[in-house]
């Protein structure tokens, strides 16, 4: 009897989710306004109102708004046409999408059809699924899964930036915009495949998908300009869909791509530079000191925002974006880190900092990866009008999944992956381990013309493997990178790098191992902004 | 029990899927002030319920069948509102259970976000992370219980009834799951393994 209740509960909790989603519209104007009173420094402290605050309709308070938000005054003498009032649109802000609750779930449900329709066609026997497949799948629950590194540490971050920009594009906060990741990456673990649900793909699919979402998502706004017309624009929006798809998508069947607004001010940076190298690699490994043929590699890096000064409830504001094409792998290094919290400590210039890590590597030498969040503290010498400065930055914090090679206690070197014996049935064996841990760093960086010159980074990562290996793993890694200028925005650059791992098997003998791989590399840089 | 475990577990898949599959066929209709949606509560964010829970310890591995195990638990959440729709803090997951060779005690305790996708209505979706510690008491090798620590995730969906009071109910439905690595039973190590909690459960809310 009591099980039937229960029973009975959970279907009309199912049933009453439909029923009572109803989206509160005209209200919206004053949740906003309500939330603006609630925490007034929101508006005070940057220009932008607060995205976390899905302030559609918010017309008085929105600094956009009093000027282009008006449905009486056009954008510009030759805009196409007045926007209707904002709260009517659901809209935050005249560029802003339309806040749908209902569609941010249903093209989260949607992107995981296609996936699922890929998958099918591409011949992988986990997209046979049923209602059968559903069932054993939610009778075993979740599970550690053995697909390989870069499948795990890359691809489901990236499917999760999809979900996450699914909520972004229908008008939803960073905040909501995270709890649709979840939803949409549960749902795939579940019901998307045949393999049982992973709780490894939960993790990187959740967190990697907000950090890889939000960057690309910001990225894309970087390339959108929503006050140009014609072809200028088409190509604008296009360069803006291949960071982001499914904004990019919306964009186009919405309408929204050929809407003449001002560009949504939150996704306007205070500040923006870009840096691109071009160069070849050696690397070396515990068995041989430099290997004689270098490995060409293409690497960019983006400095969003201002991580050094300002209080911010901003997330992603600011954050650092590297990615690395080469050097051992098609993409050997992507890096995301994002502040979610900002804040300045007393009069001596110090700036406290929450954030959110994505870091992936791989290449011919070694693998690792993580989801990760750390508070850090940094110090700015030199006034912002200094020619030379220098930022001091250190960090610790927490690895909820990190990833790293799995080296057996009698092994010198992991074995090379083999291919499932059917594709896209993930047999193992996994060479790597998961498990949580901490992570600690500083970095010191010397720019001139807010260029960087000289920079210092050492970072320490501590992994408590719970599937692999029985082991702690502590990973450190030095860089060094010195970049003199020639001419312009040219520079050539020389780096050094130092990748060490010790191991501290938990056999009988207390194992303990260590492993080295330098690097070095000297490249062509050049500034993009 | 196992006869029951099917259909609970497959109502709260048909639950999570109708929220998001459903939604998108409603219309915007509905005005709330900031009142309705903050109502007289603080920003404080409080749960405190029991559950009827079910777990199963698995080797994915082994080759061994491992049972289901059913009893009740405690669960707490302390936060704050993040914004209408959004909380954050932390919750507490504590479950004891029999075993063939002693008993276990589970203690999830998670970082947590709840999400009310619809800020006048009462559903919510959860997720969160966070570690959990499983005390192992193998009666037949010792008695001093083995500690353990665990990756712990959790998910769940639920109901909040009054959700903008100071005082509210919700029922909820909840998946936790504990990597724990090792586990002693009274006749082995066993490898790699994973530990789910099935839980349908009720709380009081104070805001």
Redesign the interface.
Known sequence: MWGRCLIVALCVLGWSAGAGAQEPSSGRLRVAAGLFAANPSAVAVSAAPDPDVPAAGDVASSPEATSTGDSATPLEPDAPQASPPLNAERRACDGCPRRSVGKAFAHTTIINGFYGIANLVRGQETAKITPKTWWANMEQGWVWDLDDFTVNQFGHPYQGNNYFNAARSNGMSFWESTAITAFGSGTWEYYGETNHASLNDLVNTTLGGIALGEMFHRAGWLVRDTRKTGKSRLWSEIGAMVLDPITGANRFITGDSSRVTDKPSEFVPSHLAGFGSMGAMWRGTQAAEFEGTPDPFLEMDLLYGDVESGRSRTPYDAFAFRIRLGGGAGVSEVKVRGRLIGEPLGDGGLQFAVLQDYAYESNDAFHTGAQSFDASLSKTFGNTSAKTRMLLLGWGGLTVLGAVDSLPVDLEAPPEEQGNAVQGVSEGPRYYDYGPGSLFGVTAMVTRDRRPLLTAFYEGRHLFSLDGVRANHFLQRFRLDFVAPIRGPLGIGFTGEFFDRHTYYQDANRTRKSYHYPQLSTYLAWRLS | MIR???????????????????????????????????GPGSDFWLVLGGS?STI?G?C?TCEGDYPYRHSGGFLGNAGFR?????DAGLEIFWMPMETAGGNIRNTHIDAV?Q?R???????F?K?G?G?AFVRNWVDVISPEAFNQK??S?V?G???VFRPHSRFGLQ?F?A?H?A????LQTSTEQVP?V?G?F?S?GGGIVIR
């Open positions: 029951l475990l099917r259909p609970i577990v497959f109502c709260l898949a048909i639950a999570v899927v109708c929220a998001g599959t459903t939604a998108s066929a409603q219309s915007a209709s509905e005005s709330s002030s900031v009142q309705d949606l903050k009827f199963r698995d994915q993040v914004t209408p729709r959004m976000g999400f996708p619809w800020a006048s209505k009462g559903f979706i997720g992370a570690m665990a990756l995730i998910i969906t639920g109901w029922v439905g998946q799951a990597a724990l690595g090792d790699d994973i789910n099935w349908l």
